[in-house]
């Protein structure tokens, strides 16, 4: 009988704690959730991480360092806006060898694949695959407020 009411206490004990660590991390009515924000932005460059690795690194290299095939798109100098980026992919560059990937990509993929760009060229997203480049073994998290429009 002691033993239960051992094992009772301390499974009344978790549960109080973790109804009390939920209730303190709960955002205030009306507002948005930064946890849901972090959430869909690293959604998408990870997505991005997974069209850049079946389409654009044979050319643009692992990390998009670029090639002796393809340019570094991580290099500021040849920042492009999301607009041009997906402009570019979609129609190709036939004169310097791309190729347009409007019939295997549509503007959401793309737009993601710029998204996993433009976090390795504002050095926020180290290299390798996202879900394994965070601190402490988890996750990469975007910066807070990243990106910037």
């Known amino acids: ?34 946890a849901a924000q972090t959430t869909d932005t690293y959604k998408s ?3 991005g991480w997974k069209w850049w690795h079946v389409y654009c690194y044979r050319c643009h290299g692992v990390d998009a360092l670029g090639t002796t095939n393809a340019p570094n798109l991580t290099d ?12 570019i992919v979609m129609n190709g560059i036939p004169d ?10 549509d503007k959401k993929q793309v737009s993601e694949i710029h998204l996993y760009v433009r976090a390795r060229s504002d050095k926020v997203l180290p290299p390798g695959r996202p879900d ?8 990469w998290v975007p910066p807070t407020g990243w990106p910037k429009n």
Not at 1 to 13: A, I, K, N, P, Q
Not at 76 to 87: A, C, I, N, Q
């Open 45 to 47: 460059v990870y997505d």
């Open 96 to 105: 310097k060898g791309m190729q347009a990937w409007d019939k295997l990509l």
């Open 76 to 87: 500021p100098s040849r920042k492009l806006s999301s607009g041009e980026f997906v402009k």
């Open 1 to 34: 009988m002691t033993t239960d009411l051992r094992l009772l206490s301390v499974g009344g004990l978790l549960f109080a704690v973790t109804l009390l660590g939920v209730l303190s991390n709960s955002d205030p009515p009306g507002t948005a959730p930064l």
């Open 132 to 139: 394994e480049v965070g601190a402490n073994g988890k996750p």
